[in-house]
């Protein structure tokens, strides 16, 4: 179905817009929900916290681009090398939209 396609095609994207972020030297390699979803923002990509988590959530668990810590309601995000690779083209990680598509 072409609703589950595209939302598909969101989640990858926002995935890459997250580990970009992540990747930027001005990150320091870790960022929050909140400036994630400052981030998302600038796209028109409107979401809640909880779903940034879940993605950041999803980011370490499925693929190993991230490491997560919650403290209270916050949950921050670290880049891996996998995750690095990835924004970097040496590797491509499923899941996740490859840099250079449509972004």
Known sequence: MLTEDYATWVD?????????DLADPKSGGTTNTFLIQLSLERFSYRKSRDYIRNQLLWLESEV?????????????????RRGRDHVERRTV????????DAE
């Open 12 to 20: 990858q994207n926002i995935r890459l817009i997250i580990l970009k």
């Open 64 to 80: 190993g681009a991230v490491r997560t810590r919650t403290e209270g309601t916050e949950t921050s995000a670290e880049i891996t």
């Open 93 to 100: 990680l499923a899941g996740v939209q490859a840099p250079g």
